[in-house]
Nanobody, 118 residues
Framework: QVHLVESGGGLVQAGGSLRLSCAAS????????MGWYRQAPGKQRELVAT???????NYADSVKGRFTISRDNAKIAVYLQMNSLKPEDTAVYYC????????????WGQGTQVTVSS
């Protein structure tokens, strides 16, 4: 089991910034990549950004140039710095872990609400 604890969501005006944090504990040896997904009301959950153990990153086109994902391997934590926020970034943001092997489990955090007002 991997336990994920997220923090950092909130309400911000358009153009503002927020930083999300996610700390992992438990069977951390299973984790290859960590990342963030988001789900807006009435929409499917979508990828925001991921980062592998060796620092390779991947971003959704909609957040490139505005969001930065980073990772602290010593703390087994992942961060999402969100700048130039837009109302369409409003969603519940979920931390996610991707395992090394497909037959191992992936894990999700409980989600943190990000609301961007116009």
């Amino acid at each position: 089991q991997v336990h994920l604890v997220e923090s950092g969501g909130g309400l911000v005006q358009a153009g503002g910034s927020l930083r999300l944090s996610c700390a992992a504990s438990g069977d951390i040896f299973t984790i290859n990549a960590m990342g963030w997904y988001r789900q807006a009301p009435g929409k499917q959950r979508e990828l925001v950004a991921t980062i592998t153990n060796d620092g390779n990153t991947n971003y959704a086109d909609s957040v490139k140039g505005r969001f930065t994902i980073s990772r602290d391997n010593a703390k087994i934590a992942v961060y999402l710095q969100m700048n130039s926020l837009k109302p369409e970034d409003t969603a519940v943001y979920y931390c996610h872990t991707e395992p090394y092997y497909r037959n191992w489990n992936d894990y999700w955090g409980q989600g943190t609400q990000v609301t961007v007002s116009s």
